[in-house]
């Protein structure tokens, strides 16, 4: 796990500072070793950086390509595990950031191939696999990675994030210049970068609480897809990067099984994923929640050597304290754990997580994801955890309420003007969890097709608070072009059932675009390695193709937990990891509204004052809690303060 980054500049990089700065913002990531190498691709000349020193002079027209890196040291320890990394015969470069753990395998394969090696690393394992199979390297590959291949023989750069999107990639094109980078904050003070707003993507932001791919909040700025490649001619550099898409999820053909051999099958794959993914050269650990997911996969280690390391979060707010159920774990499979008790510094941290966050994020989980990770970095460099449960076994209440809401609309079609009507009528109100709320959501649901409803189930603004909000005209009918995105998405899958389209449409985009994003920068941002188990792409690729009532409700998962978990895990209703940020807005983070919201210009350019007030005047005075959409706000806020993004 590590942080990456490259610059190809036609007419030259005339300052070593610039790259330095680039790598500066992403030296969480990997804090054992930096790495740069300058090229010339004209005529292949490189120069590599021992010390990484911003007064070393580089002379100008020397060099026009750098690559970057930063290392989390997990597999060979070693410095030739180091990055940069070039194949021994001097023609392919590497900046790699993931985990390959098929890398034995393919290491073996490669060398009755007749492949030399001279480390113990999976990034020799990639170059190599590139330079025998090509592009198509990355279909042998298993497990999560982003990495840029610089192809001298070729004068190529090949880029590549891996199927399910567990790493991020954002980058800049614009003819003569390309840059990449593991997180956006190294590109934004770039000085070819304008910082534009994306007003798309804001819109997106409130809608859906993350930004779909490839929008990020800048304008200038994309990221690349989830089971995407990217490949850029140096010969060529004005011609748009190619982008091909590798993977994607797969619902047909359903594999015809009985049900008690997929559930012998389906374990025997997942045992198989658990255990490849405790390959590492330091400790790996377990992120335990008492949950049936994070639970499950502790009750497949198979002949681990050494006691399990385990942790959990519990709360000073017992409402949101897992430590009971973890216990019962622990017990069981006489772990060596840790309980770590958090109690909030948000107003001394608030704004760091928000830059660590990367791009404006949505969920308030993300809090105590940072401190969890934070905590759990003391001790350990890699932690298991139970990710992607939810989007593989319909384990999301949405599922079943749109599968409802679609049979009342076969029936009632002709009545959805009349839902419409009595939604816009209805209280402004947006509080989920309250009569008025749950009310219209059910409306807003009913009046229209499943495009337009499929955002409602966890948006932080309902359409008609977006639309008092917006008093930039830039934002007009920007939900039209981005819904266009998932209903393209929707009709390109081979999923039939609507519960298995929106489950497709999740590990598309919810999934890479909220779930990982929050796992990878709460993680990374800790120098701290998270591996999920049930991304395994086998696994994903089985279990899609199963008819969809062996997942439902996560049938499979729990006949395979019975009789390995304590019942009380078992039967446990599903727990949400999401603090109290309504009182936070109304105590701890008060006063941050008028500091960040009410003085910051941006936001009083980009969104109607008056509507501002409505919505935080509603949660101040207690009427109804809408903490949710008041947090996107405040996110917004801080990030284009903290990036001096104005408008």
């Known amino acids: 796990m590590c942080g990456i980054l490259g610059v190809f500049k036609n007419n030259y990089i005339d300052s070593l500072d610039v790259v330095m700065t680039m790598l500066d913002k992403i030296k969480h990531r990997g804090p054992d070793h930096q790495g740069i190498v300058f090229f010339n691709t004209k005529n292949k000349n490189y120069n590599t950086l021992k010390v990484l020193d911003r007064n070393i002079k580089i002379n100008k027209n020397n060099f026009d390509l750098a690559l970057g890196h930063v290392r989390l040291s997990i597999i060979d320890l070693s410095q030739m595990g180091n990055q940069p990394m070039q194949s021994i015969d001097g023609k392919t470069w590497i900046v790699y950031n993931g985990e390959i753990f098929n890398y034995i395998e393919l290491r073996e394969l490669l060398e009755k191939r007749g492949y030399k090696f001279i480390s113990n690393s999976d990034t020799e394992v990639i170059i190599n696999s590139y330079k025998e199979f090509g592009q198509n390297c990355v279909e042998n590959f298993r497990g999560f990675f982003v990495f840029c291949i610089y192809d001298m023989e070729r004068n190529l750069l090949f880029l590549a994030r891996d199927r399910l ?32 707003i994306n007003f798309e993507a804001i819109d997106q932001f409130l809608s859906l609480r993350y930004i779909l791919p490839p929008n990020t909040i800048i ?51 997942l045992t198989e994923s658990i255990n490849i993914r405790l390959r590492a050269d330091v400790p790996v650990g377990f992120f335990i929640s008492g949950g049936l997911d994070s639970s499950l996969l502790l009750s497949l280690i198979k002949n681990n050597k050494h006691t399990i390391k385990t942790f959990t979060v519990g709360f000073t707010e017992s409402n949101y304290d897992e430590r009971y159920f973890a216990n019962l774990l622990v017990k069981k499979f006489k772990t060596d754990h840790t309980e770590i008790i958090m109690d909030f510094d948000l107003k001394n941290e608030i704004e760091k997580i928000v830059w660590h966050y990367d791009e404006p994020f949505g969920d308030p989980s ?32 949405r599922y079943y309420i749109h599968s ?36 219209l959501r059910i409306f807003e649901s009913l009046s229209g097709d499943l495009i337009h409803t499929y955002p409602l189930r966890f948006a932080g603004f309902s359409p008609r608070m977006r639309m008092n909000l917006y008093d930039n005209p830039d934002f007009l009918i920007r939900d039209s072009i981005w819904n266009n995105d998932i209903l393209k998405i929707l009709k390109d899958t081979e999923a039939k059932e609507s519960m298995e ?15 990982l994003v929050k796992t990878d920068l709460a993680s990374m941002s800790n120098s701290l390695e998270i591996r999920n188990p ?38 446990r209703k599903k727990a949400g990891f999401n603090p ?64 001096k993004v104005k408008i």
């Open 404 to 439: 409802r809401n679609n049979m009342i609309l076969n029936k009632i079609s002709n009545y959805s003007n009349i839902f419409k009507c009595l939604s816009q009528k209805m209280p402004f109100n947006w509080n989920k969890k309250a009569g008025w709320g749950k009310i």
């Open 165 to 196: 999107g567990k790493k991020p990639l954002k980058y800049y094109w614009d003819r003569e210049i390309f840059c990449f980078t593991s997180e956006i904050k190294s590109l934004l003070d770039l000085p070819w970068i304008s910082k534009s």
């Open 580 to 643: 109290p940020i309504g009182r936070w807005l109304r105590v701890e983070l008060r006063n941050y509204l008028d500091n960040y919201i009410f003085d910051n210009k941006t936001i009083l350019n980009l969104f109607n004052k008056k509507a501002l007030n409505e919505i935080i005047n509603l949660h101040l005075s207690h009427n109804t809690n809408l903490g949710e959409p008041i947090w996107l706000l405040l996110v917004l806020s801080i990030w284009f303060e903290l990036h």
């Open 219 to 269: 304008k200038q700025i994309k990221k690349l897809p989830a089971g995407c490649t990217l490949s850029l001619s140096l010969n060529d550099p004005i011609k748009e990067p190619i982008i091909n898409k590798y993977w994607t999820p797969k619902f047909q053909p359903k594999t015809e099984i009985l049900y008690d051999e997929a559930l012998i099958k389906s374990e025997q794959l």
């Open 366 to 397: 993300a809090i105590p994801s940072y401190y969890l990770c934070k905590a759990a970095s003391e001790h350990l460099k890699v932690m298991i955890s139970g990710d992607g449960g939810d989007e593989l076994f319909a384990g999301y209440k």
């Open 534 to 571: 049930y991304l395994d792409h086998y696994f994903v690729d089985w279990i899609n193709c199963l008819p969809l009532h062996f997942k439902k409700r996560k049938k499979l998962l729990r006949d395979i937990a019975k009789n390995k978990l304590p019942i009380e895990i078992l039967s």
């Open 501 to 515: 389209k929106l489950m497709a449409l999740d590990q598309i985009t919810f999934l890479p675009e909220y779930i």
